[in-house]
């Protein structure tokens, strides 16, 4: 089955941590570009981070930089996201995506059409 699934959200406190997986079945997730992004009910998906399959070039929204980091294990077929410094505005169901085109040179990884997705996780960010 072809599939991607998200786990790790949870509830956190402000300034705790999570650390989200995104395990591909059925297909090489390597060989792919693979975001991040979330949601929050009644408002637009963001995009929050991504990797490029060729170089592993990485993207962060300016809301996560330095705060979130995005990497892959290839022998688990997972791409991770790991959370540091949460905050209450990170609080938002978090969707893994692929997307499978060979980008132009130059082209940032948030710029793909990723059109292939998971279920989401839910983050919760509160005292």
């Known amino acids: 089955q072809v599939q991607l699934v998200e786990s790790g959200g949870g509830l956190v406190q402000p300034g705790g941590s999570l650390r989200l997986s995104c395990a591909a079945s059925?297909?090489?997730?390597?060989?792919?570009?693979v975001g991040w992004f979330r949601q929050v009910p009644g408002k637009e998906r963001e995009g929050v981070s991504c990797?490029?399959?060729?170089?592993?070039?990485?993207y962060y929204a300016d809301s996560v930089k330095g705060r979130f980091t995005i990497s892959r294990d290839d022998a688990k077929n997972t791409v991770y996201l790991k959370m540091h410094n949460l905050k209450p505005d990170d609080t938002a169901v978090y969707y893994c995506?692929?997307?499978?085109?060979?980008?132009?040179?130059?082209?940032?990884?948030?710029?793909?059409?990723?059109?292939?997705w998971g279920q989401g996780t839910q983050v919760t960010v509160s005292s």
């Open positions: 059925g297909f090489i997730l390597d060989y792919y570009n």
């Open positions: 995506a692929t997307d499978s085109s060979s980008p132009q040179i130059g082209t940032s990884c948030h710029q793909l059409p990723y059109d292939f």
């Open positions: 990797i490029l399959s060729a170089d592993g070039t990485t």
